[in-house]
């Protein structure tokens, strides 16, 4: 779910909340939003799965272990 809120900005997105469906490896989803920016000042946007760059992170580098993990386990089973 995206969400977005401003205080005393000019800076809007045109929707308040988009819904994306589940989407797995190999597979994409997409939507489109306008992004208005009518203030005088660049900003920079980021898009997250979760609320703070820190979560992501750790949720980032769990997920990776996981799959080295999965792979180590595929290549080195006595078949």
Excluded: C
Aim: no cysteine; net charge positive.
């Amino acid at each position: 779910m995206l969400r977005s809120a401003a205080i005393n900005s000019t800076i809007r997105i045109d929707r308040r909340s988009i819904r994306m469906e589940d989407t797995y490896l190999g597979l994409s989803r997409s939507k489109v939003l306008t992004i208005h920016n009518r203030s005088d000042y660049v900003v920079k946007f980021q898009w997250m799965r979760f609320k703070d760059n820190d979560t992501d992170v750790h949720h980032k580098e769990e997920y990776a272990k996981t799959i080295i993990s999965q792979v180590k386990n595929f290549y080195f089973y006595p078949f």
